[in-house]
C-alpha cells in the first residue's frame, strides 16, 4: 500500500477528518505498516498512535490470573492515542483477533500534526473526550453488578456481519472475560432473548435491536 493510498483511506477515519491533506501525507511518510498474526500481541516498543487498517484488535486488562476484555477496536479504529503522552506503562495489552495490519505513526508526527493542523487537534481532543466517556460506561457496567448491561455493551462491541457476532469464547471463559459469574451470564443471554433484543443459537448471537440493546 503506497503513502498517497494510506492517506486516502485516512480521510475516512474520523481522527484525521478534514486534516490538511499535504500535512497528513507527510505524517504517513514517516509511519510503519506493521502486520499481525491472530493472537499477535501488539508491542508498544516507542510511543505511536496505531491506526487499523485492516481486521480488528482486542483489548484486555490483565489483574493476576484474571483477565477482562476491554474493548474491541475494528478496521478504521484508533489506540494508543491517550499512551502516546503518558509516561507510565500502558495500563492494557492489545492482541490482534485475526490477521490485521495497523499503521504506526511515531509521536513525532503526531505532535506535528497537533501543532500545525487545527482540524487535527481539534479530532484529537474529541476522540480523547469519548475515549473517557466509554470507559466511564465500562467501568460503570463493571460496578454495578448488571449482568445484561455488561453483556449488551460486549455485544455491541463486537464485530458483526449482518447483525450477527459470533462467540470466539465458550461461556466460562466469556463469563471470566466480563468479570461476571456463569450464572449471572446464562441469565443475561436468557433476559435479553426474552426480551426481543438478541436471539442466541450455539456460538451465533444476532442482534435484533441495537438501539434498544
Given at each position: 500500500?503506497?503513502?498517497?493510498?494510506?492517506?486516502?483511506?485516512?480521510?475516512?477515519?474520523?481522527?484525521?477528518g478534514n486534516t490538511n491533506e499535504e500535512r497528513l501525507l507527510s505524517a504517513v511518510s514517516s509511519s510503519k505498516l506493521l502486520h499481525y498474526g491472530k493472537g499477535d500481541e501488539i508491542v508498544f516498543k516507542k510511543p505511536a498512535l496505531y491506526v487499523i487498517m485492516s481486521g480488528y484488535v482486542r483489548v484486555y486488562r490483565t489483574?493476576?490470573?484474571?483477565?477482562?476484555?476491554?474493548?474491541?477496536?475494528?478496521?478504521?479504529?484508533?489506540?494508543?492515542?491517550?499512551?502516546?503522552?503518558?509516561?507510565?506503562?500502558?495500563?492494557?495489552?492489545?492482541?490482534?483477533?485475526?490477521?490485521?495490519?495497523?499503521?504506526?505513526?511515531?509521536?513525532?508526527?503526531?505532535?506535528?500534526?497537533?501543532?500545525?493542523?487545527?482540524?487535527?487537534?481539534?479530532?484529537?481532543?474529541?476522540?480523547?473526550?469519548?475515549?473517557?466517556?466509554?470507559?466511564?460506561?465500562?467501568?460503570?457496567?463493571?460496578?454495578?453488578?448488571?449482568?445484561?448491561?455488561?453483556?449488551?455493551?460486549?455485544?455491541?462491541?463486537?464485530?458483526?456481519?449482518?447483525?450477527?457476532?459470533?462467540?470466539?469464547?465458550?461461556?466460562?471463559?466469556?463469563?471470566?472475560?466480563?468479570?461476571?459469574?456463569?450464572?449471572?451470564?446464562?441469565?443475561?443471554?436468557?433476559?435479553?432473548?426474552?426480551?426481543?433484543?438478541?436471539?442466541?443459537?450455539?456460538?451465533?448471537?444476532?442482534?435484533?435491536?441495537?438501539?434498544?440493546?
Amino acid at each position: 500500500m503506497q503513502n498517497a493510498e494510506i492517506t486516502e483511506k485516512l480521510k475516512n477515519v474520523p481522527l484525521f477528518g478534514n486534516t490538511n491533506e499535504e500535512r497528513l501525507l507527510s505524517a504517513v511518510s514517516s509511519s510503519k505498516l506493521l502486520h499481525y498474526g491472530k493472537g499477535d500481541e501488539i508491542v508498544f516498543k516507542k510511543p505511536a498512535l496505531y491506526v487499523i487498517m485492516s481486521g480488528y484488535v482486542r483489548v484486555y486488562r490483565t489483574e493476576g490470573s484474571h483477565t477482562v476484555l476491554l474493548n474491541t477496536i475494528k478496521e478504521g479504529g484508533v489506540f494508543g492515542a491517550a499512551q502516546l503522552f503518558c509516561e507510565e506503562a500502558a495500563f492494557s495489552s492489545v492482541k490482534a483477533a485475526c490477521a490485521c495490519t495497523c499503521l504506526q505513526m511515531p509521536k513525532a508526527a503526531v505532535c506535528g500534526l497537533l501543532q500545525n493542523d487545527f482540524a487535527f487537534t481539534e479530532n484529537y481532543v474529541t476522540f480523547l473526550s469519548d475515549r473517557i466517556r466509554f470507559l466511564n460506561k465500562k467501568i460503570a457496567s463493571f460496578t454495578a453488578g448488571n449482568g445484561e448491561q455488561t453483556l449488551a455493551g460486549y455485544l455491541l462491541s463486537q464485530p458483526a456481519e449482518d447483525g450477527v457476532v459470533t462467540l470466539d469464547k465458550n461461556m466460562s471463559a466469556l463469563a471470566s472475560s466480563l468479570n461476571l459469574s456463569r450464572p449471572t451470564l446464562y441469565r443475561a443471554f436468557i433476559s435479553l432473548s426474552e426480551q426481543g433484543l438478541i436471539e442466541k443459537n450455539g456460538k451465533e448471537v444476532r442482534i435484533i435491536s441495537a438501539k434498544k440493546l
